[in-house]
């Protein structure tokens, strides 16, 4: 335990007081107080993780150890299994300590605009507040315990404020879905957890824990000796790739994605926070978090590699075609995500250039996709439509609104100098240098492709002419949203500069090389202006809409069929085919031998009751007759 | 051969007595024919406790002070039957037992 | 006279009694008797509960090992002593925690039962006599007592749901009680073979304790008495009388019942069962551990079908007691410690949706899912409490559920020495599919009923929750949060106390490193 961090436990306690005071006291009384405490709260953590990221940082200015800042024992198991809850710092959990809080506060401000008029904003500030709670305590968990509790807390809470218009049927539904699919993927996290809980206690066992740590702590399970332990008893690929499916279930990878384009029916900043800046890098972070275990196994980290890889390709393409602004941004993210994830998968320990590729693209993605995301925010106040086709010539009415969201465009686009051109360009890199060449040909595909989507929104949305009344009649957001806008858009051009990954660098970092080919910019900039030309080229003219989609364009537009088939599965098989006859089976078959035995006593009861005539003499013979045969047997018994 | 009758011939009586009482209890519609059987059998398992008596323990009484209890108790329990019965046949103007079965449930 | 175990028994006795003394037409007079009752009960909870405190860590600090093991605030009274039946009461920390729950709940079921009209007055009284049973129950350690207090606890159940009863109320009254009568027979063979098998003709537990019954005797005695709690305790399939009962049953019977009286069944299947027949638990424990797994996801799965609030919560309470079960046959320390959280916190949630259950109903006049909707509007206050206690069910980490559930799935998949692992794991993983099934059921459910577009015609005058229904529902949510968030305290209370079951059974706490 280091002294100089012991504050640190402040960041995630601060929003948990104020989620606590806003949701108790003051929401019910005063929905304007409920936004400005929760707003403080937060504003208040930023600063503190602000502060420790720059003494983290001067301590340890090129990647550093990791320090449990504060911990007490929570849950005690069994001797020798305690889950304890404290703050872990380390280089990437600094890192998204800052993400969280400043993207939590800008969004905070931005909602104090945003949710101005709606009557229940007390209690979206209360979930607001509890989100940024949990995601902080996801982020400093130093155990896998903590990680699950806080993970499933960043869920319950992403289902409140998806579900926050809770009248309107498509968002109770979106917000089921969400959390339902993320359950399904956490199951197997748990199991995961369950065993390497197990196989870590065994290890423990035998081995011995260092002093202070303990069986679930990330730390030790990511300790040479226990993933060597683990793979010998080859449950290391399978414990891996349990977590990497709960990872994969909060990060919307391909096929646990369809709760995320859904998750759009919440209120917008609630999607730039928790579904395209936060909580959905979780399986990201996660999967970072216990690199040194993944990378003791191969196979789970080309699992991860090729479902990233493919849900990076997979929702690129679908974000081609949608028409609704939120989802083009939602699959977008997707699409993101799958960098970063099948960044995590080409790194090795040795060569871990992905690995920090990935948590610096974690870091700019944060920040560009949240600009994105208030933009349209914005837009969609003023527009009070989500189709793209009922926007455009926003860019004179919302110059603010339109210079910022053409910077993250940009800036996602991958052109020098933002943000995302330096991160993407290392993914890249980090494909090149570890030789996955068709994992290099996908990433630069969808990097034109995330060009042209972009650039399709971008276009169709803010310049030619209006597409409908109250397009032309869009005004500016009021400054306490473009504040956070601005802020975002000046991250979003400088993020790229901070030496994210020096500071994040493994030290089994054997030293490769951290750039791969000198003409990889050249490329990668070139697909992202193709990618934007094209766009531009079929875009530019004004139409009044895209002609009714046919043919291929219809499968793409309905996410090739996946959220039909899911909803085959559970709405056509489980619930009629597992669920109906169960309950069928537990009202005639298990009850029906209940009622059975009932009944039959009843009839034995209603039959053997005519042997009871009320003739005295009838009665007697019975009896008579009882006593003989009884006399015999004794007779022949004692003989 | 001697015609002093032994304990075995004694046994036969008593137990033909018991056989003819039980018949009569079984087989009897009038409720007097079946105390009369009643009868019979008490006082064959007195005329038992008698012979036993006689035969098994002859210095002592404890066999004729038994059987002068059941005479006692088969007084009683006759005078009890007998009101019992009138108070039947007042109100049924009938002694025949087959058709008593309102106590059937 | 008497101790403060027997004044916790007798209370409620007396309580009753007072109600009964009350004139019939003075309808809130015994209403306050009985809040006062309860009431006065609940601060001799905390008594005793104190004392067991300061009187187990004192000995904890003295024995030097943090330990404390022993009964605490025994009194000891012969009754029938050529037979070895005494009235022996006594707490450990099983039992305080077991009698805190069960004093919350009467306290909660008594407010929010404010409002019930019709013999209101036997309605309470009979109520209190069924607590004391209960009470009786967990505080004794002489079997015969605790015998007739079991026999208490569930005859007053028949009268509670066939007079105040819905739908068809005679008929479940009917199921209940038979098949509990069916399962009292069981537990009394067995605790009649318990004394018989013994070396000294005693019903004493904790005598009863030092004696290791042969193997062939354990083998047939542990089934019979397993089965016996377990029928109470929704073993599947014994468990169809709970859906009908509970459906039935008035608001703060069910309460009780599935919040208490249920867990009579695991903790008499712990406390008889599994400590005085550790090995005939190490036979039956695979068959036990597949039925009980069938009872966790059957529960789940016939849930999402049921379209009466009522039935819904009582297919998940089927599916939560299997919990209680499951980590019971687990026969390890983690499932055990996971056990006894899970009838606490299972204790409190499903009081807590019947008590709403029973407000809602109270207010629209149905219980039927798919003819509501968009409730929350007009009741937000009972939506919040609904949504922490479905929150609390599918296991959410903060709520008092997560802790019982992660206790359990850690404890089957750590298994024993006497069960292949690999089938305990299997079997474990096959339960855990419960939480997204669970997740499932409670969302569509509540959904359904809060959430969506408001029938105005029909729902659009109903007010929010009283300030009886809001004390109830409170009282039940704080201890659903502060269980899981202070964990440690609960576990601190009982742990110590389950050191002798597990002991008892081979000290699986020290095999379990070296599996």
């Not at chain 1, 209940?594 to 003739?615: A, E, K, P, Y």
């Not at chain 3, 929010?112 to 006599?129: C, P, Y």
């Not at chain 3, 067995?190 to 083998?219: E, M, N, R």
């Not at chain 3, 208490?260 to 638990?281: F, H, S």
Request: glycine residues 10%.
């Amino acid at each position: 335990m280091d002294a100089g961090f012991a504050y640190a436990w402040l960041v995630p306690a601060l929003p948990l007081l104020s989620f606590a005071i806003v949701g108790l006291f003051i929401a019910p009384r005063s929905r304007q107080a409920a936004g400005l405490v929760a707003t403080a709260s937060v504003l208040a953590a930023t600063v503190i993780a602000v502060i420790i990221a720059a003494q983290y940082y001067v301590a340890f200015p090129s990647g550093g150890d990791a320090i449990i800042a504060w911990s007490f024992a929570w849950l005690e198991y069994a001797p020798g299994l305690t889950a304890t809850i404290g703050v872990l710092l380390d280089p990437i959990s600094v890192l998204l300590l800052v993400v969280v809080t400043v993207v939590s506060l800008l969004v905070h401000i931005y909602s104090l605009g945003y949710m101005a008029d709606d009557p229940g904003s007390g209690r979206y500030f209360t979930f607001l507040n509890l989100f940024t709670f949990s995601m902080l305590g996801l982020v400093v968990a130093p155990n896998i315990l903590q990680m699950f509790i806080c993970w499933e807390l960043v869920g319950v809470s992403s289902f409140l404020l998806i579900g926050y218009y809770y009248q309107k049927p498509s968002a109770v539904a979106a917000s089921k879905k969400a959390f339902i699919v993320t359950r399904f993927a956490d199951v197997f996290f748990l199991i995961g957890i369950l065993l390497l809980g197990y196989q870590g206690f065994q290890v423990a066992a035998t081995v011995g824990v260092p002093d202070g740590m303990q069986v679930f702590d990330f730390l030790f399970l990511t300790a040479p000796s226990t993933v060597g332990a683990l793979g010998d008893a080859s449950l290391l690929t399978i414990a891996m790739v349990l977590v990497f499916i709960g990872a994969a279930g909060k990060s919307a990878m391909f096929p646990l994605h369809i709760w995320l384009p859904d998750a759009m029916e919440g209120p917008t900043p609630v999607s730039a926070l928790i579904h395209a800046a936060t909580m959905v890098v979780a399986g990201i972070y996660l999967v970072a978090r216990l690199f040194p275990a993944f990378a003791g196994s191969a196979d789970a980290l080309s699992v991860a590699m090729i479902v990233g890889a493919f849900t990076c390709l997979f929702a690129a393409v679908i974000a081609c075609t949608q028409n609704d602004i939120k989802r083009v941004l939602a699959f977008s993210t997707l699409s993101q995500l799958g960098y970063m994830m099948f960044a995590l998968g080409v790194a090795t320990l040795a060569s871990p250039l992905g690995y920090a590729a990935s948590l610096f693209h974690l870091f700019t993605h944060a920040f560009f996709k949240a600009l994105l995301f208030l933009g349209a925010g914005a837009v969609i106040h003023a527009v009070h439509s989500n189709s793209i086709w009922e926007m455009g010539g926003l860019a004179r009415r919302m110059p603010v609104t339109h210079v910022t969201f053409l910077i993250a465009t940009l800036a996602i686009a991958g052109l020098p100098p933002l943000a995302g051109f330096f991160s993407k360009d290392l993914i890249l890199a980090a494909a090149l240098v570890n030789h996955h060449p068709v994992v290099f040909a996908v990433g630069l595909l969808v990097a034109a492709l995330t060009a042209f989507y972009m650039g399709r929104i971008y276009i169709v949305a803010f310049l030619g002419k209006a597409r409908s009344d109250s397009a032309e009649k869009a005004h500016e957001a009021s400054p306490v949203m473009l504040a956070p806008l601005l802020i975002l858009a000046v991250l979003s051009l400088g993020a790229g500069f901070i030496p994210v990954t020096e500071f994040v660098g493994l030290p089994s970092d054997s030293g490769h090389d951290h750039h791969g080919p000198a003409w990889l910019p050249y490329v990668a900039t070139a697909a992202g202006l193709a990618g934007l030309l094209i766009a531009w080229v079929i875009y530019r003219r004004p139409t009044e809409g895209e002609a009714e989609a046919t043919g291929w364009r219809v499968v793409l537009q309905r996410q090739f069929y996946s959220n039909e088939v899911y909803l085959f599965v559970t709405k056509r098989i489980i619930f009629p085919f597992v669920s109906a006859p169960i309950a069928w089976f537990d009202r005639h078959v298990v009850d029906g031998a209940v009622n059975l035995t009932g009944n039959l006593t009843r009839w034995s009861g209603i039959v053997l009751s005519r042997l009871q005539t009320g003739q005295l003499q009838t009665y007697a013979t019975w009896f008579v007759g009882g006593v003989v045969v009884i006399g015999l047997l004794f007779w022949w018994w004692v003989r | 051969m001697s015609l002093v009758p032994g304990l075995e011939h004694w046994f036969i009586l008593s137990t033909l007595f018991f056989a003819i009482g039980l018949y009569g209890v079984l087989s009897r519609r009038s409720a007097v024919g079946v105390l009369i059987g009643v009868e019979l059998m008490l006082n064959s398992t007195a005329l038992n406790f008698v012979i036993f008596n006689r035969y098994l323990a002859t210095p002592f009484l404890d066999g004729a002070v038994m059987m002068i209890f059941v005479i006692a108790v088969a007084a009683a329990e006759a005078v009890l039957a007998m009101a019992i019965f009138v108070q039947i046949f007042r109100s049924r103007h009938s002694v025949d037992i087959s058709t008593m079965t309102e106590m059937r449930y | 006279m008497g101790g403060p175990v027997t004044w916790l028994v007798i209370l409620p006795l007396i309580t009753a009694l007072a109600i009964l003394a009350v004139s019939s037409n003075r309808t809130h007079v015994f209403r306050w008797v009985a809040l006062v009752g309860t009431g006065l009960h609940l601060l001799l909870t905390g008594f005793v509960t104190w004392q067991y405190w300061v009187q187990a860590s004192r000995d904890g600090a003295t024995t030097g090992d943090g330990l404390f093991t022993k009964l605490y605030l025994v009194e000891r009274v012969p009754w029938f002593e050529s037979l070895g039946i005494q009235y022996l009461v006594g707490v450990d920390g099983v039992s305080v925690a077991m009698i805190i729950l069960t004093s919350i709940v009467i306290f909660c079921g008594v407010l929010v039962s404010w409002h019930v009209v019709e013999r209101a007055k036997e309605f309470f009284a009979l109520l209190l006599i069924l607590v004391t049973g209960v009470f009786g129950v967990f505080v004794s350690f002489d079997l015969f007592l605790f015998f007739i207090f079991y026999e208490l606890a569930v005859l007053p159940m028949y009268l509670l749901i066939g007079i105040w009863g819905t739908g068809p109320k005679e008929y479940s009254a009917m199921k209940l009680t038979i098949m509990l009568m069916a399962s009292s027979a069981l537990i009394l063979v067995g605790i009649l073979a318990l004394h018989h098998g013994a070396p000294v003709p005693t019903f004493d537990l904790t005598q009863l304790a030092q004696h290791s019954y042969p193997l062939a005797f354990q083998s047939w005695v542990f089934p019979v008495i397993f089965i016996g709690f377990g029928v109470i305790g929704a073993l599947y399939p014994f468990h169809t009388w709970s859906p009908d009962g509970h459906a039935s049953a008035p608001t703060a019977v069910s309460m009780l019942h599935a919040g208490v009286l249920m867990k009579l069944g695991g903790y008499g299947a712990l406390r008889v069962g599994i400590y005085l027949l550790p090995e005939g638990a190490k036979e039956w424990a695979l068959v036990f551990m597949i039925l009980t797994t069938i009872n966790i996801l059957y529960g789940a799965l016939a849930a999402i079908r049921q379209k009466d609030l009522k039935y819904f919560t009582a297919y998940s309470s089927v599916s939560h007691c299997g919990f209680v079960l499951f980590g019971l046959v687990a026969l390890n320390s983690i499932g055990i410690q996971g056990a006894v959280i899970q009838m606490f916190s299972h204790g409190i949630m499903t009081a807590l949706f019947f008590a709403l259950i029973g407000m809602v109903y109270g207010r629209t006049h149905t219980r039927m899912i798919p003819e509501m909707g968009g409730l929350g509007v007009r009741i937000p206050w009972l939506a919040a409490c609904f949504y922490i206690g479905g929150l609390a069910s599918l296991g959410l980490p903060g709520l008092f559920g997560f802790v019982a559930e992660s206790h359990v799935f850690l404890g089957g998949f750590f298994g024993n020495p006497w069960i292949d692992t690999t089938l305990t794991r299997t079997l474990t993983i096959i339960a855990t599919l419960s939480i997204v099934v669970t997740a499932v059921y409670v969302l569509r459910g509540l959904g359904t009923v809060f959430q969506g577009p408001l029938d105005e015609a029909r729902f659009g005058h109903l007010t929010d929750a009283t300030l009886t229904e809001r004390l109830g529902s409170g009282i039940l949510v704080a201890v659903l949060a502060i269980g899981g968030l202070v964990p440690f305290l609960f576990l601190d209370l009982i742990s110590p106390s389950l050191v002798p079951f597990v002991e008892r059974l081979g000290d699986a706490l020290i095999r379990l490193g070296v599996l």
